[in-house]
């Protein structure tokens, strides 16, 4: 199992950026898959983004062209930029990592203001 710890997350005005960082426990080589979650107030978890070893990227439809997804395995980290920030964003951030079986982390909060 890998440890996942999420930053990054705080208030920004609609139109902002911000850019999450998950750090692993251990090296992400290997790791097949990894991404981000989100869940606001009310509502269920949404896939945002994912990543693959190979460098493939998926994206939910209501963050192409503002939301990068990226991974650094010299530094066991993934990071997700998010630009034209909108307050649909806000929510509860979850890094999460696809091995063996699912990893989570336990969550960063973005907050946009309009």
């Known amino acids: 199992q890998v440890q996942l710890v999420e930053s990054g997350g705080g208030l920004m005005q609609a139109g902002g950026s911000l850019r999450l960082s998950c750090v692993a426990s251990r090296s992400i080589f290997s790791i097949n898959v990894m991404g981000w979650y989100r869940q606001a107030p009310g509502k269920q978890r949404e896939l945002v983004a994912a990543?693959?070893?190979?460098?493939?990227?998926n994206y939910a439809d209501s963050v192409k062209g503002r939301f990068t997804i990226s991974r650094d395995n010299a530094k066991n980290t993934v990071y997700l930029q998010m630009n034209s920030l909108k307050p649909e964003d806000t929510a509860v951030y979850y890094c999460?990592?696809?091995?063996?079986?699912?990893?989570w982390g336990q969550g960063t909060q973005v907050t946009v203001s309009s």
């Open positions: 999460y990592a696809d091995s063996n079986f699912r990893s």
């Open positions: 990543m693959s070893s190979s460098g493939s990227t």
